[in-house]
């Protein structure tokens, strides 16, 4: 299994809702990230997961919270969203014998 | 600091025309250099990578070379196809850390028939 899953594939919601986004890879990576993607620019760094643990928070607001609850699972938990957080979530995974990162098919969240 | 800079599209070329993207790099230490491929309302694809001097990466008749001497990992196809219009992204990542990717802006490249 070389894939790296999102769920859900779209997802709509008003300011005051809390959602969930969804990562699965079961390649044994170790490693994980979330990327946030606008129209038209390159995917943003916004967390990294090594081992569990979160290693890196690119100054993410805190209506986003990053949770990994093992080792292939990554969610990102959505509250009090912005228009402006509207936009493509891409998961991302990485192996420890290359450094190349695997990516998943994405969210494409719209905040009304 | 690191960075990379991507030929600006958009690229539109005729089926079967031979296509380069432009891509240079500035990096602190020795990277890894990958292009990557995102089609319409889909995630990236890793289209292929080079991780030292001289290393040519290739997959589905696109060929990129890492060139240390003037920095850069161009990406070539001598014949183009209507089915690889995307977005196409080139993309550095260091070995130390959390090997992050730093990526370029992207070129649009539209093939028409």
């Known amino acids: 299994d070389t894939e790296v899953t999102q769920t859900p594939k779209h997802l709509v919601m008003g300011m005051t809702n809390k959602k969930s986004l969804k990562c699965e890879q079961h390649m044994g990576h170790r490693a994980m990230y979330w990327y946030k993607q606008k129209a038209k620019k390159p995917p943003e760094l916004m967390f990294v997961?090594?081992?569990?643990?979160?290693?890196i928070n690119e100054s993410v607001p805190s209506r986003f919270s990053p949770e990994c609850p093992n080792s292939s699972l990554l969610n990102l938990h959505l509250h009090a969203l912005q228009p402006e957080d509207s936009a493509l979530y891409l998961c991302a995974s990485r192996g420890t014998r290359g450094n190349e990162q695997f990516f998943g098919p994405g969210t494409r969240l719209t905040v009304l | 600091g690191n960075s990379v800079t991507q030929m600006e599209g958009p690229v539109t070329l005729s089926e079967e025309a031979f296509l380069t993207i432009n891509c240079t790099y500035t990096a602190t230490g020795y990277p890894s250099l990958f292009w990557y491929v995102q089609y319409p309302g889909e995630g990236l694809q890793l289209l292929l990578k080079a991780t030292k001097a001289d290393d040519k990466g290739s997959n589905k008749g696109f060929e990129a070379t890492y060139r240390k001497e003037t920095t850069s990992f161009h990406l070539e196809k001598g014949s183009v196809q209507v089915s690889d219009s995307a977005v196409y992204f080139c993309a550095l990542s260091l070995i130390q850390g959390a090997q992050k990717l730093v990526f370029g802006q992207g070129t649009r490249l539209t093939i028409n028939p």
């Open positions: 997961y090594s081992y569990e643990k979160l290693s």
